[in-house]
């Protein structure tokens, strides 16, 4: 069993930033691809980002190009989501999942099998 938990959520202004961090024990972490996901109130979860096991990021939402990145440090079993310059529609529970592969297979969940449980993220001022 995988476990992964997320933390670096709050309460932030519009146009700050936060740095969510998703951490497993296990270093297995480094031979998976590491998803974000986020789902805000009534929506549908939606992929936002994936980073491969050897480093390489897919983008799945337009929304966040150019403010948000993702980033691994396999010796901390810890991938990041760095959010710059966000927005009220970036208000959200974000969840970290390790994929099924080493490599990025989409924004569809069922590529994911193991799941943090979500840190909250919201923009308001």
């Known amino acids: 069993q995988l476990q992964l938990v997320e933390s670096g959520g709050g309460l932030v202004q519009p146009g700050g930033s936060l740095r969510l961090s998703c951490e497993t024990s296990?270093?297995?972490?480094?031979?998976?691809?590491i998803g974000w996901f986020r789902q805000a109130p009534g929506k549908e979860r939606e992929g936002v980002l994936c980073?491969?096991?050897?480093?390489?990021?897919?983008n799945y939402a337009d929304s966040v190009k150019g403010r948000f990145t993702i980033s691994r440090d396999n010796a901390r079993n810890t991938v990041y989501l760095q959010m710059n310059s966000l927005k009220p529609e970036d208000t959200a529970v974000y969840y970290c999942?390790?994929?099924?592969?080493?490599?990025?297979?989409?924004?569809?969940?069922?590529?994911?099998?193991?799941w943090g449980q979500g840190t909250q993220v919201t923009v308001s001022s």
């Open positions: 999942a390790a994929g099924k592969y080493g490599y990025c297979s989409g924004s569809v969940k069922s590529g994911y099998d193991y």
């Open positions: 296990r270093s297995t972490l480094r031979y998976r691809a």
């Open positions: 980073i491969s096991s050897s480093g390489g990021s897919t």
